[in-house]
């Protein structure tokens, strides 16, 4: 929500009409501070007519649109790790028309066109720091505005990645994604394993632990919870001295999909 002197005199007249008991101007003023176009399905769409080649459901799609509505019309940078044939990409483009694509992956596709020039695709392994950082710097200098890691699905790898990208090449405020962490409860996964699930929701402690399963990119999702608890870790009177600044403002965790946004300073 933009911060507008208009949006602050719609809060004013909503908080005022609530104070009063009064729920009709209430439901009013919180109406008119809808975003002006809330179209939650453009993505869908987008990916409904064209038909383009990517795997990403329509649950993905939906959360994605409900933190990006907002970059829409700007000039962003979005990389995505993990392009396949590129179907993503196009999808990107379309919905981001002011917006800069960059595609990274172990094989880029062989045959891609893209006749809007605002798309280019990396030739990278996740897992090469150094690799990734060059291209990051090459492809959007300045850093990006998104970046979506829908590559190896493996712990380590995911986790390199996101150590390299997110505090060096995302922009403060940007949102980095990790697509797909549910391959760590995955038996037949690389890096993943059945969890010990007991017959009803059971959330047992071992004293003051809570042990849980953290096989593959499941471990790493909850180290990221950690990171992003640093305020409390550092603490001023129950935590820990603090060695670093905290850059995480938010985490959503859905099934499947974690959607990480940066701190603006
Ligand atoms: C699930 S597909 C990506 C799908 C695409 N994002 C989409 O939505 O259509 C995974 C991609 O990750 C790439 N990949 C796998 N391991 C990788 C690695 N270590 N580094 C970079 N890319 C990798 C594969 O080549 C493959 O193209």
Redesign the pocket.
Known sequence: MSDSPQTRQHLHRLIDALADGDLDPAKRAIESLRPANPSENALSEILERNSY????SEYYLRNYERKFAHLRERPIALL?????RG??LYLWRDYFSRGTIVG????PPASFSDESGRIRIFP????NAPGIRAAARSASPDGFDIIID???HMGT?TAITFQTLFYDHLRPGGFYAIEDWGTGYWDRWPDGGAPLMVAAPHFSNQGKRFPSHDLGMVGFVKQLLDEGALADVFHPRFGGPPTRKCWIRDIQVNPGLVIVEKASV
């Open positions: 080649d990517t795997d990403k995505e790790v993990g392009v396949h179907g993503s990274f992956d172990l094989h990278c392994d996740q897992g829908d590559a190896s790898l």
